[in-house]
Each structure stands twice: as structure tokens, then as C-alpha cells.
């Protein structure tokens, strides 16, 4: 499985940005694609994560209500749509996935710099 992630940019506090993640390859082996965060100076937190066939999601508590994780099962793309974007957002953001015969992501994309200026 290989993740392209693309759509990360400068932008204002409390503007919007929406991240994409292009999946290809064994596509039918995914069980779930997530997004994480690397702050500078800080350890790589999970953002969000969306199961690939049923489409359930999860969200980290500080993105509750503001980001929407989402996938386009036809162009095997997941987006995180992420609005009210504050200064402690920046970071760079990595999608990976999850195959269904792991508990880990084990396929990673190489990130998108989202930054946030006050």
C-alpha cells in the first residue's frame, strides 16, 4: 500500500484546510486509514481515523467538532476536512493505514505541513 497526502498550506487561525490521502496498491488489504500530527519539538499524535469498508470514525478530543475525517471509496482517497484551524494545530500531518491482519499502521505516508498563524 502507497499513501500520497497533499493539501497542507499556511493559512490564518480559524480558516480551513482539507488534507487528502491517495491510496494505492493492495487497496482491499486496508482496514482503516488515519491521519497523525508531528508538532515541532513534540511526539507524533493520532488525529482521526476512518474504518475503510464501514466508514466508522474516531477523533482525538482536541479535534472534536472541528475536523471531518471522510473517504471516497471510488478514488480510494480520505480527506480530513479541518475547519477553526487554531495555532496549535501546526504540524505536519501523516496519513497511514492499517491492515486487517495488524494492529498497527504500517504503511505511512510522507506528510503535509499545516501551519497556523495567530
Known amino acids: 500500500v502507497q499513501l500520497q497526502a497533499s493539501g497542507g498550506g499556511l493559512v490564518q487561525a480559524g480558516d480551513s484546510l482539507r488534507l487528502s490521502c491517495a491510496a494505492s496498491?493492495?487497496?482491499?488489504?486496508?482496514?482503516?486509514i488515519a491521519w497523525f500530527r508531528q508538532a515541532p519539538g513534540k511526539e507524533r499524535e493520532f488525529v482521526s481515523r476512518?474504518?475503510?469498508?464501514?466508514?466508522?470514525?474516531y477523533y482525538t478530543d482536541s479535534v472534536k467538532g472541528r475536523f471531518t475525517i471522510s473517504r471516497d471509496t471510488a478514488k480510494n482517497t480520505v480527506f480530513l476536512q479541518m475547519n477553526s484551524l487554531k495555532p496549535e494545530d501546526t504540524a505536519v500531518y501523516y496519513c497511514?493505514?492499517?491492515?486487517?491482519?495488524?494492529?498497527?499502521?504500517?504503511?505511512w505516508g510522507q506528510g503535509t505541513l499545516v501551519t497556523v498563524s495567530s
Open positions: 496498491g493492495r487497496i482491499f488489504s486496508i482496514y482503516g
Open positions: 497511514a493505514a492499517q491492515p486487517v491482519t495488524d494492529v498497527a499502521y504500517n504503511y
Open positions: 476512518i474504518i475503510w469498508t464501514g466508514g466508522s470514525t
